[in-house]
């Protein structure tokens, strides 16, 4: 958090990324004594890729928790919104294989370190819910959101924990902020399509039924696969 505190107070990109990325591996390194030959133990297992399938619905899902319940609460509280940060990127290309590198140290920290740990000491439920708020109060700082972080540190989370992949559960964090990214002007764009507070509730309920079924189809697969 003091290292995300002090990237605010930095205007120039690559220096404010420096410093982001510099105290993540710092606390990467404290967590694990400075050795990643201590990272916590984990089951190695191959990687499932037909999980792509039902966290490609979770990941949409929480796109759409994540923009339309700031928006829903903008329009009560009478606020103009808009959640363009297209336009504010400068130098998109440098932008976007930065976000691929913070993403690796994120998901390294608080899925394969943190949740991890969590899940071998405490087990899943708590794993899952202490990770994701961790998470959150990572992102204090930034422009994310306390409540999206924690939505977005439940969901990775559960991917992590349950196909034990942080290939995959990196995937869908990219994927996530890539589709964030990007489709955050196109919502934008079309806001008198679903500017009442019956389509923005109907909208965020459709997200949680996909996160929800993401939810089920992993569970269910793991099922089979255990068996």
């Not at 991917?159 to 489709?183: C, P, R, W």
């Not at 019956?198 to 949680?208: A, D, E, H, S, V």
Request: net charge positive; aromatic share 18%; with cysteine.
């Amino acid at each position: 958090m003091i290292g995300y505190y002090s990237a605010t107070e930095i205007t120039t990109y690559w220096e404010n990324k420096i410093v982001n990325i510099t105290s993540i591996i710092l606390a990467s390194l404290f967590l694990t004594g400075f050795s990643f030959k201590n990272l916590p133990n984990k089951a190695d297992l191959e990687i499932c890729y037909k999980y792509l399938y039902p966290i490609s619905i979770g990941i949409i899902g929480l796109c759409l928790l994540n923009y339309f319940i700031p928006a829903l609460v903008y329009k009560l509280m009478n606020w103009n919104f808009n959640n363009d940060t297209l336009k504010s990127i400068t130098n998109l290309p440098r932008f976007l294989i930065m976000m691929v590198l913070s993403v690796f140290l994120e998901e390294l920290y608080y899925r394969r370190i943190i949740a991890q740990k969590i899940l071998n000491e405490k087990g899943f439920t708590k794993s899952i819910w202490l990770s994701a708020l961790a998470f959150s109060i990572g992102h204090f700082f930034s422009n994310t959101g306390l409540l999206s972080a924690f939505l977005g540190g439940l969901v990775l989370g559960y991917i992590y924990l349950k196909t034990k992949s942080l290939i995959l559960s990196f995937t869908a964090h990219l994927i996530y902020n890539y589709t964030t990214f990007f489709g955050a002007s196109k919502f934008n764009e079309n806001a008198n399509l679903w500017n009442s507070y019956l389509i923005i509730t109907f909208i965020i309920l459709i997200g949680l039924l996909m996160i929800a079924k993401m939810f089920y189809i992993i569970k269910k697969w793991e099922s089979k696969l255990e068996a």
